[in-house]
């Protein structure tokens, strides 16, 4: 019901929407042109040609491409790499790849994002404290919003677009003050200064490099899409981008009117601020820091979790804060972007070196996007190949000029780009290893097995093993069932039980999606239960079963009192009891090198990973974990020959 | 055109008497009863089913050994395999 609230265009969806979408984008005026000017010195060519390169960056970049475009590629109203692969993986095989790697780029962005905003608004508090430690209140605040985590956003969440508000109107003002005073500063309006700023300028086109720091949140805003919805994401940037280029416009005046060479150690930023309101401005700004840094954050969880569901990523903790949909918290995920922005904050000291590692993930995170939405043009939306062409030139044309100038930053941002790759390598390691254990997973047609079950089901001289006795299985298809649970039942100590239930999650390609079917096999004795799940459900089986249970008693289609004659005499429940089955490398294995390593470090990643009882959410029920071996390339034939004993007294002599 | 393990597969699973002679390419012919199957990855270029469990019925008669058995019988690749041949009516019903 929130959610829907939220994605009608009203008042309020648009102040949420500035609260979650906006934090990262709108604080870029923070540093994107002191980046832009650097140590360089100050001229209308510089000045008027990076306030144009940010202009049409933003035109194209951020309202043509995001907000237009690719908005439109919603999954069921979600936004974010992985909804967008979802949609068009059918049409290609190896479309995983550019999700791997933007997705990998996303998350190495959110190491970055906290510590450069954060340290931007405090290095302000140097204008009103010369000696100010900036680095422990950095740390002090970047440690608090990770810490914070746990609590979820509901409480504080309903601040956030109140202070983005007032945030976007500062800018708007401090933005206007200077503009009224050099409005000449609006001839940056016309492209023809960034494009000479580009090819005209010394090492002009390395500057876009700068430049692409105005744009860097875009990708963050298509990833929260499904918080905000469309429209009120789409009208909320008429507002934001307005006030952007007021501020930057404005900041530009200041430079042309400062009458100053070099900017040396100031921020346009904090220059067009009046000193008496200094202090309340850098409250503000370390307040929509701290929200832009709450985004990222938050769609990091959002991504992981929607890895673990699509089997990109080892399964991890997920906790649910609060009750509103979609909000997660990771605690693993979180505690290692905690330790990286740390880091950060400690190695760079200053914004200003951290500009030097900022964007480069992020152009890598937007071609990939690029990418899948050209298929998803072609595919999906039907356009023509020379349209799709054309739109993906522009945009790659554009996204590797971004790329290209930004790959100087990898001398500073290899450390980065290593996360990056790591990220990717794990992602690529589970998913093909996976992929090659499916490959390994027996099945044989359950018809077969049936007479043996319902023989053991009644054989009173096997003790009972549990009154419901419940597998999960892997089989999609219902008349099918995995061998290892088929031994399982038979062959680890046979399991009677009154009813056997084999439950399946299909994970669909679409976000909420949360249904389940039934089939009877054999009327109260094999039961099978299909769940359909969405990729940003988490897949509590034993919530999920305990409805189903639910439903069938209230249907009249079960009666789970106890058969054991004193507790069913008293009315007692009868016993459920899950056996999970694990598959661990077994010795008999004969595997090529690449399957022995792909193997290797999947089993080695598991370990570290959740187990699958905790995945299901079933740590609380009657669980037994039986582990399996994964037998598929036997050892070869051992000649092993039996000799007769020569040892006295045992009749051979 | 369809896959012949799958066409195979299909066919050999809705049979009622399943006791085949399975020749492979190497010229080895074994009696015998499909239990259990692999399938391929469709993401690859492999067949529907990869591979097969196989268990031989003079291994069947004299060990009693039960179907279930994790590791019972062969395992044999699907591309391996030359042709089947049913039992009980001599049609082949993969070549």
């Not at chain 1, 079963?545 to 054991?564: C, G, H, P, W």
């Not at chain 2, 399943?18 to 469709?42: D, H, L, Q, W």
């Not at chain 2, 196989?54 to 050994?65: C, L, S």
């Amino acid at each position: 019901m929130e959610n829907n609230i939220h994605k009608k265009l009203s008042a309020a969806g648009l102040l949420v929407t500035l609260g979650i979408i906006f934090g990262d984008i709108g604080t870029s005026p923070l540093y994107v042109l002191k980046a832009i000017v650097g140590d360089r010195e100050i001229t209308e060519e510089l000045v008027f040609g990076g306030l144009s390169c940010i202009l049409w960056t933003l035109t194209l970049q951020t309202t043509f491409k995001y907000i237009w475009l690719t908005l439109q590629a919603d999954n069921h109203g979600e936004g974010g790499i992985f909804s967008l692969y979802t949609l068009v993986r059918r049409y290609k095989k190896w479309l995983y790849l550019p999700a791997f790697v933007g997705a990998g780029a996303l998350l190495a962005d959110g190491i970055i994002t906290p510590p450069i905003s954060v340290s931007s608004a405090i290095e302000g508090l140097r204008l009103v404290i010369p000696n100010i430690p900036v680095i422990p209140i950095v740390i002090i605040i970047i440690t608090g919003i990770f810490a914070f985590q746990r609590f979820g956003t509901k409480i504080i969440g309903s601040a956030f677009g109140p202070i983005m508000l007032v945030w976007f109107i500062l800018l708007i003002i401090l933005g206007l003050s200077q503009v009224i005073l050099f409005p000449s500063v609006l001839k940056a309006f016309n492209p023809y200064y960034a494009f000479h700023l580009l090819t005209n300028y010394p090492k002009g086109f390395w500057l876009l490099g700068a430049v692409f720091l105005a744009t860097t949140g875009a990708e963050a805003l298509y990833s929260d899409l499904g918080h905000c919805g469309r429209k009120n994401v789409r009208v909320s940037w008429a507002f934001v981008k307005t006030a952007l280029l007021i501020n930057y416009f404005g900041q530009g005046a200041w430079l042309m009117n400062s009458g100053n060479s070099h900017l040396g150690a100031l921020n346009p930023f904090y220059e067009i601020m009046p000193q008496w309101f200094l202090i309340p401005g850098i409250i503000i700004a370390t307040s929509a820091t701290i929200i832009a840094s709450q985004a990222l954050i938050s769609g990091s969880f959002t991504l992981i979790s929607e890895a673990v569901n699509l089997n990109f990523w080892p399964r991890v903790t997920i906790k649910f804060p609060t009750e509103i949909r979609g909000q997660l918290y990771v605690p693993s995920i979180n505690w290692l972007m905690w330790a990286g922005c740390i880091c950060v904050v400690l190695y760079f000291k200053e914004s200003g070196n951290m500009e030097a590692i900022y964007g480069f993930n992020i152009t890598l995170a937007m071609l990939m996007t690029t990418l899948l939405m050209g298929f998803y043009l072609k595919y999906v939306k039907k356009l023509s190949s020379a349209l799709v062409f054309l739109i993906l030139f522009v945009f790659i044309s554009v996204e590797s000029s971004f790329f290209i100038a930004n790959i100087v930053k990898l001398k500073e941002a290899w450390m980065f780009l290593s996360i990056v790759i790591g990220i990717m390598l794990i992602m690529l390691l589970w998913y093909t290893a996976r992929r090659t254990l499916n490959k390994m997973v027996e099945f044989s047609p359950i018809i077969q097995h049936l007479p043996a079950l319902l023989d053991l089901s009644t054989d009173t001289s096997i003790s009972k093993y549990a009154s419901h006795l419940i597998y999960l299985t892997g089989s999609p298809n219902p008349r099918q069932i995995e061998r290892r649970i088929i031994y399982s039942v038979f062959s680890r100590s046979p399991k009677r039980a009154d009813i056997y239930w084999f439950i399946h999650i299909e994970r669909t390609g679409e976000p909420y999606t949360l249904e389940y079917k039934l089939d009877k096999m054999v009327e109260d004795k094999i039961v099978r239960v299909d769940f359909r799940i969405g990729f940003r459900v988490q897949p509590r089986v034993n919530v999920l079963f305990r409805k189903v249970i639910e439903q069938m008693i209230a249907n009249k289609e079960l009666d789970i009192t106890s058969k054991y004659e004193s507790l069913g005499k008293h009315n007692v429940a009868a016993d459920f009891r899950f056996v999970m089955l694990e598959r661990f490398l077994s010795v008999e294995n004969e595997f090529s090198l690449k399957n022995r390593f792909l193997l290797n470090g999947y089993f080695f990643l598991r370990n570290l990973a959740q187990s699958d009882s905790r995945a299901f959410g079933l740590d609380t029920s009657d669980v037994t974990i039986e582990k399996i071996p994964l037998v598929i390339s036997p050892a070869s034939a051992i000649n092993l020959k039996r000799v007769t004993s020569d040892m006295p007294g045992d009749g051979n002599e | 055109m369809k896959d012949a393990s799958k066409i195979f597969f299909e066919k050999y699973f809705k049979s009622s008497n399943r006791f085949v002679v399975v020749t492979m390419k190497n010229g080895i012919a074994r009696n015998g009863i499909f239990i259990s199957f692999f399938y391929g990855n469709e993401y690859s270029n492999d067949p529907y089913i990869i591979k097969w469990r196989f268990i031989e019925t003079e291994h069947f008669a004299k060990n009693k050994i039960v179907d279930w058995d994790i590791d019972a019988g062969i395992i044999m690749n699907h591309i391996e395999i030359k042709s089947v041949k049913f039992k009980n009516n001599d049609e082949t019903i993969f070549e």
